[in-house]
């Protein structure tokens, strides 16, 4: 069962961390997750590592997130959409999707 949780607050951001480092370890394959926490080159690759937010929905659409919406209602995930054609990148795409279809 999805949460409201999982996609806001602290909960979101570590799990950003944690792909951040996973790449990090993997660009520096020769070096522990122990040493690799005090290395200035690791540390620059992991403050330069942009991350991508994508959500699949159970119905095969699946949406990348560009920004969440603070929303009152908390029954729904809503979110910016980053729009990959052309004709929706000219406004906000704002998407509100039940947790139960993700």
């Known amino acids: 069962m999805f949460d409201y949780d999982w996609f806001h607050g ?3 951001h570590q799990l950003q961390d944690e792909a951040r480092m996973r790449c ?4 520096f ?3 522990s997750p122990e040493i690799a926490a005090d290395d200035d080159e690791v540390h620059k690759f992991f ?3 942009e991350v991508r937010k994508l959500i699949y929905l159970r119905d095969g659409f699946s949406y990348e997130i560009r920004a969440m919406a603070d929303m ?4 729904h995930l809503s979110f910016e959409c980053e729009p990959v054609d052309e004709h929706y990148k000219v406004g906000a795409f704002v998407v509100s999707v039940p947790f139960e279809d993700i």
Do not use: V
């Open 24 to 27: 990090a370890l993997g660009h």
């Open 72 to 75: 009152e209602s908390k029954a």
């Open 47 to 49: 403050d330069s590592l």
């Open 10 to 12: 602290s909960s979101f």
């Open 29 to 31: 394959p020769n070096l």
